[in-house]
């Protein structure tokens, strides 16, 4: 009789959470928002923007928790194993959502079944960057002196997984060569080794990359897209430059636990689409080199399509590296 009341006092409970007029008062606390990287990066750099002006529109605090480790993989795990009350949130894209977990055998989480999706707000470039004393001095005598050297040079990444990771992965691929990985827990720190000379190079999103560029602090060679990145206007596609199948730009979004409420999961979506649509928030990303999506893009539906086809997308180019992170 006692577990019998405890379950009934549970459905309860869990009624109310999920009831509409509860979902309708949301929110009406502060939301963490999880950032899987290290402060200081590309993810780290867009969530801040937005999370601001989220913050106006909601009327609650969009608390930033920068959880890295693992290219991503630690607070992804922690967002999937959050209550489902609309209360803590992650902030993710291309890495966590579509190519870390294919690295491993037996990944720590599903992307799809684990979550659920709000809404793409956010897509950005990779640029081909090297310490500033890094001796080729276009993209073709980069590949051939990397090819050379490759035994004594070392890329660095936000982490094993993590899309500059992959993205490195693939121009190993593309030069025929095997250089050595030094993972970080977040393009941040990776990024201040790499304008201290500790590490030869990386691809790196145009966001955090381009400030250092201007600064004549690192060396560019070329951006991995289909276009060349905003701001970054002068520096070719690897494409333009012969060299195909390193399109690995980055997009971001947000995602829910699985069982959110649909209510809460909307009205994210509604109020991340009307953030990324204020004047002052497009320029600011624009300065950054981060284009905001289109609005047929933004939707929870679109975004879990999305999801499950770049995962497909992602398969076959990761299983050809043949790196495995198990």
Not at 86 to 92: D, M
Not at 161 to 173: Q, R, V, Y
Not at 266 to 280: E, G
Request: glycine share 10%; aromatic share 8%.
């Amino acid at each position: 009789m006692h577990k019998t009341i405890l379950s009934i006092a549970a459905a309860v409970a869990f009624a109310a959470l999920t009831s509409p007029a509860v979902a309708q008062e949301w929110p009406n606390r502060p939301v963490t928002v999880v950032v899987p990287f290290a402060a200081g990066g590309p993810v780290d750099t867009v969530s801040r923007i937005i999370a601001a002006r989220l913050s106006e529109i909601l009327g609650q605090q969009m608390v930033i928790e920068n959880v890295g480790g693992a290219g991503g993989l630690t607070g992804t795990v922690r967002v999937a194993k959050a209550a489902p009350d609309g209360y803590t949130v992650l902030l993710s894209g291309t890495a966590v959502l579509s190519q870390n977990p294919t690295f491993r055998k037996q990944p720590p989480y599903d992307p799809l079944a684990d979550f659920v999706h709000v809404a793409l707000f956010a897509d950005s470039a990779r640029v081909l960057i090297a310490r500033k004393d890094f001796p080729p001095n276009n993209f073709k005598e980069f590949m051939a002196y990397v090819k050379a050297n490759q035994g004594t040079l070392q890329y660095g990444s936000a982490g094993a997984g993590s899309g500059s990771h992959t993205c490195a992965i693939l121009l190993d691929g593309a030069m025929g060569a095997k250089v050595t990985h030094v993972p970080y827990r977040g393009a941040g720190p990776a990024m201040q080794d790499l304008v201290g000379g500790r590490i030869d190079y990386m691809a790196e999103q145009i966001s955090t990359a381009t400030p250092q560029i201007k600064a004549g602090t690192v060396k560019a060679y070329a951006t991995f897209g289909l276009d060349r990145g905003p701001g970054l206007e002068s520096i070719p596609t690897a494409e333009e430059l012969g060299v195909k199948g390193l399109d690995c730009g980055a997009w971001s979004s947000f995602s829910f636990p699985k069982g959110t409420p649909e209510a809460i999961v909307q009205r994210l979506a509604k109020a991340s689409s009307d953030a990324i649509d204020t004047p002052a928030l497009i320029e600011r990303f624009k300065q950054i080199g981060v284009v905001v999506t289109a609005k047929d893009r933004r939707s929870p539906e679109y975004l879990t399509k999305f999801v499950k086809s770049e995962i497909e997308r992602w398969v076959a180019p990761i299983k050809a590296s043949g790196v495995s992170l198990d």
